[in-house]
Nanobody
Framework: QVQLVESGGGLVQPGGSLRLSCEAS????????MSWYRQAPGKERELVAV???????NYGDSVKGRFTISRDNAKRTVYLQMNSLKREDRAVYYC???????????WGQGTQVTISS
């Protein structure tokens, strides 16, 4: 059974930091590109960051220089270190696992991040 379980969300003040984790099970984690997406109220889901199977990374423009994605294949976990958080970072953050041959995509249930003073 495939599972992606996010954790680490919560309430933080502007300028603060959070570290999200996504623990995977039920598939060959090391073969998948792992991503973090987010969806704010009334907005479409957007890509935050992606890390492929060999560790190459890419980021959405709004988080470049503030967020860092990483993965630990031994722990089957992907992380999102979020620094210098802004109110506009408030959203539900989702973990995604994807490969293209054959195309397969899995989603976690999401974790809420709230930025408030």
């Amino acid at each position: 059974q495939v599972q992606l379980v996010e954790s680490g969300g919560g309430l933080v003040q502007p300028g603060g930091s959070l570290r999200l984790s996504c623990e995977a099970s039920g598939f060959t984690f090391s073969s998948y590109a792992m991503s973090w997406y987010r969806q704010a109220p009334g907005k479409e889901r957007e890509l935050v960051a992606v890390i492929n199977s060999v560790g190459d990374t890419n980021y959405g423009d709004s988080v470049k220089g503030r967020f860092t994605i990483s993965r630990d294949n031994a722990k089957r976990t992907v992380y999102l270190q979020m620094n210098s958080l802004k109110r506009e970072d408030r959203a539900v953050y989702y973990c995604n696992a994807r490969r293209f041959s054959p195309y397969t995509s899995y989603w976690g249930q999401g974790t809420q991040v709230t930025i408030s003073s």
